[in-house]
């Protein structure tokens, strides 16, 4: 069957970028500049034209940027997200008949005969019909005038008239016989005749989405304290009122969320014991994850914590100190949840008639029922869910850490996240989803703002460095943001247990150079808390999750101060404040790794570039050559640099491709180099070769 | 908008191969195995289960197989496509509570305290509820056998019944208390269980499009000639019959295909002379590709060339001979095709009045006017075209070289070709673009069989590696199948100009060895013709394009022999008889191409492969050391091996990966080498690292 307009000549293919086909939205920060990519032809000689159409989703009509030709096909055109929220792009291309004949035109000229030529071959040249193709041009810019007069420019009258002109001006010159005939057109006609293209049998794309989300979505620095613990007097159950007493500490390490494990009600049933124990005494608190007891489910507080009003008064108090309060939202029950009794049917039921409890046999964990998503009820349990969210958004929560989203619908959060956006486009949702790629990158796609990474697991060289080129390139950066834990409640990783403080600051220096959005689990991680349950575990003796603990925070092994200079360090360098620029340089040591961040300079500004390099053994001072890729530091070829070191502020001078560094890990395991280049004569920065 | 069915809990995604998300038909060639593969997972820890459902055209039930998993979330399934036309696949995923529930009993069972191990701490282990894991897997199998008896199987009843047996047996099993329990259920009542999944929330991906041609769409050997040249009386125009009598010469040089050129009638206006000058001598035969005349156009045939029954006799003879015919298609015309009287409105017409002619400024095509696809009447236009090619169609003729298709609408190739593969799915459809890399690609996404290459433009060995590469390898391979020529009569690259008749061997080894479908313009190409128009130019002197040429077909320098040679060992080793398995080998002498092909073994037999080394300088001998991918020859490492070089009938005994080669050009520039394992002791091959 015949296409209903088959003269649609123009193909648009390959559209950088797209999701899956787009499937999913690609996503980008407030602010950012986006290139599109495609390549665009058509058949035969005659030239095309494109361009990107975009518009907000306030919007209703496009706004439109001509696409600039890149050689072999490929066309590119950018625009700017400044606002929040979903964005549609689309590509629109035609065979631009007018411009094939301007540069037509012009061989046409370039060949034409030229009866005064001194050489003969110039003289018998073919005659180019020249005064014909002036006829040609006459009649596109009528139609293109024809168009002007019928679009909804303000200037089109003006332009119908200029348009018009010109025509006859070419008709005038096409009734004169001339020896020679110059380019009758100037650029400015050119322009003013591209902006009224024939589009009648123009090709267009599918439309491709965008989420655009606010700054703090690519740049955080998370810090998580179980509230409980919180209490100055060791006796007592912390609760809202004492979290707001170590504010001022928490923002003064320069942490811009403040992560709370769950704040609800915590179920009897099964309840743990310390460190996991299946029996409890009565003054046991349970796992914070056990949700739900007569008192209420995920809508309420659990009581020791304080009321409602404590809540929205701490909500108000993270904000006056700078921060951003995060809830852990985990969908699921203990069996004392109230939607238990309610909602029986939002649980699968064994034969026996108990209700199926969380097992991954042969492990039980009979204080957690699951949600069942293949319910016949499934609506009225999505429903419920996403309004949860709601209910916390609506007292001014706009940071959910999501716990293990992989064992829910993956239909569902497309669904909720998006549901939710709608409402409150500023949410951050991160996924803590520690499981196998496909299902990690499957939630990002599905809305996740971030997501829990392998950067935890990932302590060698190669490994670190494989897995971050995966990571912050696209096509998984285009969908998918990084957030990089040294530490949780859950995994006191095998490094930190035998690499004590040095280890403790190695992997904070990491998290928060290689990651734009990085979290630690305090203060067990400043105070380098690094004792295991037991031998081979990953989780803590001890552990927050089953049992209140107090914490000197003001321990002399601390290293929060390390901590708070390199958040100020992130502040003040934007080479910090993104992934996209992150670049691996050699060393000839395998315990040293060296990597590098840009941020372009503002106003014409030098860039911003900053080189950090690790020692990743714990116990030995490891030194070695640094081989520099010199061009993703703006450097050139034999030229002399200074770096500074942002962590102790020693300066250096440095020169070429080759550097020596030498790093005691007791002292500091790492330098975290500002690279500036040496002004020039004219005491400029020259920044051509950046 | 909450989806329909909220419950389908498994993704499907990167489901390879699939061409443009879909877009466009993957091609194979009948017979072929084609494996499909996706990643498949869900949320939790459930498993999943996956089948691939295929059919024909002509089938209206979808077959299906069971999808494997490959690890990391990645399955596949293959299927063979024994019937040429088209194919649809699509992928279809569930959740699989049954076998969830099987691996789940497995670790339960596992873990249960045994009360009679001497070992505490296996007495002491929790219960693992093995009664009510039994009763749940009796649910499940009375589930499976209510989905049994709604089948179409024929071997429901029976099913229906084992199924039922065993959920009573687990129940009975459910009710004795015994100390220890076993896995009731046999790999036989899994597969039984299998046989009827749960499909109520099962995933469907699109369905994806495949192409199937006929085995010479693959391989074929395409002889190009000038019908008009092959009288043996210089003094006369040649004709069909003439050709009949070249046919068994050319059907010994092991040709498959035998092209023409345009056999239309020419038309007089603006006819080329010889060496494409303006004017003409009234007994110059014009250019074949200047199409019409009062005497007809596309579906007429040039008086002087024969009758209809001639060209039927032709045809005839030609499959005699083992050979196909393949016609010209040239959708173009000169002044004199009936067309331009008939269809005005099919051309473009200047301001003048006259009809616009071809041109790319400065150069003009007075003797040939394009087709406007433009039209306002573009479907009558679309018709016609198409109709040309159903004429030959009708009578005989299944191949076509199609002149130029990058000039002519994409979107009118993707439906002629479309709609004539309806009526004859066995037609095969050569492009000749010559053009940039995304047109070509187009061309082939669009529906074309085979498509000419840069082959002719690249020489040095890295250019002709990366070429093969992108070529050869998914994603292209899985659209565009190469076709390769030394020689058209429009290129007489500079390589053949200087390096004589070694050049000429050089090149058609290349060809035949490089690609599984290559063709020549001959006799000029084993003529060794390489006497340019002017120097830097591509033409040939004395063109054929212009005038009627005559052959010494018998000269002693022809290289016909060499060319014969070279089909049979096309013909008789499978391994070059298609571009998947290519693969190159380093040598350490920049004018040393290696490469090596091969196909898997005939019922157990060894695997056929061909070790091609090409001296790539046509002046000197160059020798070297062959540094082989040991691994794609299915050779062991240290192992001897046999070489016999099917060009020189000579062996050589081989050894592990490097091994010496000298070639002579003026004597035969290249070795195509049959490698052959030695038998080991028991006189069988172990192909076991093949």
């Known amino acids: 069957m015949k296409p209903e307009e088959g003269r649609k000549r123009v193909i648009i293919e390959a559209i950088q970028p797209q999701i899956d086909c787009g499937r999913y939205p690609t996503r980008r920060i407030v602010g950012d500049q986006i290139a599109i990519s495609a390549a665009i032809f058509s058949d035969g000689h005659d030239h095309v034209a494109a361009r990107l159409l975009f518009k907000h989703e306030s919007e209703r009509q496009w706004r439109s940027t001509s696409m600039t030709a890149l050689g072999n096909d490929l066309w590119s055109a950018n625009f700017t997200v400044e606002q929040l929220g979903a964005w549609t792009y689309a590509i629109q291309a035609w065979v631009d008949h007018f411009d094939t004949w301007c540069d037509d035109l012009k061989k046409r000229l ?158 009897m049933a099964f309840r743990k014991g310390p460190n996991n124990t299946p029996s409890t005494d009565p003054g046991d608190p349970g796992s ?58 939002w649980f699968l039921h064994r034969p026996d008639g108990t209700i199926q409890y969380a097992e991954n046999p042969p492990k039980k964990y009979q204080d957690i029922y699951p949600l069942n998503f293949e319910s016949p009820d499934w609506k009225a349990l999505w429903d419920e869910l996403r309004s949860v969210f709601q209910f916390w958004i609506h007292r001014g929560v706009r940071v959910f850490r999501v716990d293990n989203p992989h064992t829910k619908a993956f239909a569902f959060w497309e669904w909720c996240l998006a549901d939710l956006r709608t409402e409150a486009p500023d949410v951050i949702f991160l996924a803590e989803a520690f499981t196998r790629p496909h299902v990690m990158y499957a939630l990002a796609k599905g809305g996740y703002t971030q997501s829990y990474t392998y950067f935890t697991w990932r302590t060698e060289k190669s490994e670190l460095q494989a897995y971050f080129e995966e990571i912050t390139k696209p096509p998984v950066s285009d969908f998918f943001t990084p957030n990089v834990w040294p530490n949780t409640p859950d995994i006191l990783h095998a490094s930190l247990q035998t690499g004590d403080r040095p280890a403790f600051m190695q992997r904070v220096i990491l998290a928060t150079t290689l990651a734009a959005s990085y979290g630690i689990y305090g203060p067990a991680f400043e105070l380098c808390e690094n004792v295991p349950v037991r031998p081979g575990s990953e989780e803590y003796l001890n552990s927050e999750k089953y049992q209140v603990r107090h914490w000197d925070r003001s321990a002399a092994h601390s290293i929060a101060p390390l901590i708070a200079r390199l958040n100020q360090i992130r502040r003040t360098n934007p080479a910090l404040q993104s992934d996209l620029s992150l670049h691996f340089h050699e060393v000839d040591n395998p315990q040293l790794i060296a990597y590098s961040k840009s941020a372009p300079g503002v106003d014409g500004g030098p860039p911003n570039v900053i080189l950090t390099v690790v020692n990743l053994d714990p116990h030995n001072e490891q030194a070695g050559w640094v ?53 020039d004569t004219s005491g400029m920065l020259d920044i051509r070769n950046i």
């Open 288 to 345: 914070p994850w056990a949700i739900g007891s007569p008192e209420g489910g995920h809508k309420a507080i659990h009581p020791r914590l304080g009321t409602f009003a404590d809540f929205d008064h701490l909500v108000a108090a993270v904000r006056a100190n700078g921060m951003e309060l995060a809830l852990d939202i985990a969908f699921q029950c203990s069996p004392d949840h109230p939607w238990v009794k309610q909602h029986p049917d």
């Open 627 to 679: 081989d520099l890729d010199l061009k993703q530091l703006g450097i050139g070829h034999d030229e002399f640099f200074d770096v500074e070191d942002l962590l102790t502020s020693a300066h250096y001078q440095w020169h070429d491709r080759s550097n020596y560094v030498a790093l005691r890990p007791a002292i500091m395991p790492a330098h975290v180099l500002r690279v500036t280049r040496k002004t």
């Open 110 to 267: 370039a060949a034409q005969p030229d009866p005064s030529s001194p050489d003969l071959a110039k003289r018998d040249l073919p005659p180019q019909d020249i005064p014909v193709a002036f006829e040609i041009g006459a009649q596109l810019l009528d139609q293109t005038a024809a168009r002007a007069g019928a679009s909804g420019r303000e200037s089109k009258s003006a332009d119908v008239k200029r348009l018009k002109t010109i025509a006859a001006s070419l008709r005038a010159l096409a009734s004169q016989k001339l020896p020679l005939y110059e380019y009758p057109l100037s650029p400015e006609i050119e322009h003013l005749a591209a902006r009224y293209p024939d589009l009648a049998f123009a090709s267009d794309a599918k439309e491709l989405h965008l989420w655009v989300d606010r700054e703090r979505a690519r740049f955080s620095s998370w810090y998580e304290l179980f509230p409980r613990s919180t209490s100055p007097d060791p006796t007592r159950h912390g609760t809202f009122a004492d979290v707001e007493l170590l504010l001022p500490e928490i923002a003064g390490m320069g942490f811009d969320i403040l992560y709370l494990p769950p704040i609800h009600p915590i179920g």
